[in-house]
């Protein structure tokens, strides 16, 4: 059965799974007059926090990670594609992660939110989960549920490296940002 996570709480991944998908689903909001282009990205974090080259850092312009660990999502440019499931899905085969490697940071960025006037506020459902990619079981799940009605860009969980086992924390960090501010936070 799946852990539904709260902001802020940390889960171990249970010993011996070694492929997850981190899946990352919203629902636009109808009549803003624009479609909802939400991109997920992946910042492979070293122990400074930073990513140890640019080829960590996973998106729709860098599929995968240079230790092929990562596999990032195809490119939703509606938010409607998805019915109710997914919206985009990174792959991660954690044997795999750089052991320079201490921790995966997952966000989400509204492409062009200045021109088309867009904020989280005006997308609901927002979660991230993470499923076992063997049985497709989801694990664990976080829904967002403040209304970051300024907010364009989150930080909604992460996978880290403590004491020789991963675990995922759900984070829910929103920011009045950019992808460029995370490239640049992270490099």
Do not use: C
């Not at 499931?85 to 992660?97: F, T």
């Amino acid at each position: 059965m799946a852990i539904n996570l709260t902001k802020g709480q940390r889960v171990s991944l249970e010993k011996g799974l070694q492929k997850i998908t981190v899946g990352l689903g919203w629902d636009p909001n109808e009549g803003t007059g624009h479609d909802f282009d939400l991109d997920a990205s992946a910042f492979m974090l070293g122990a400074n926090e930073k990513i140890p080259q640019d080829e960590y850092f996973v998106f729709y312009n860098n599929m995968y990670s240079p230790d092929g660990a990562v596999e990032g999502a195809e490119d939703d440019l509606t938010g409607g594609n998805s019915d109710g499931g997914d919206d985009e899905e990174i792959k991660v085969d954690l044997p795999k992660v750089s052991t320079d490697i201490q921790e995966i940071v997952f966000v989400v960025t509204i492409h062009e939110y200045e021109v088309r006037k867009q904020n989280f506020g005006q997308v609901r459902n927002s979660y991230i989960r993470i499923v076992n990619a063997e049985t497709n079981e989801e694990i664990m799940k976080y829904e967002l549920d403040e209304d970051y009605s300024t907010e364009t860009a989150i930080e909604f969980g992460r996978l880290y490296r403590r004491g020789g086992e991963w675990k995922f924390e759900a984070m829910g960090k929103g920011f009045e940002k950019d992808l460029g501010y995370f490239v640049n936070k992270y490099n």
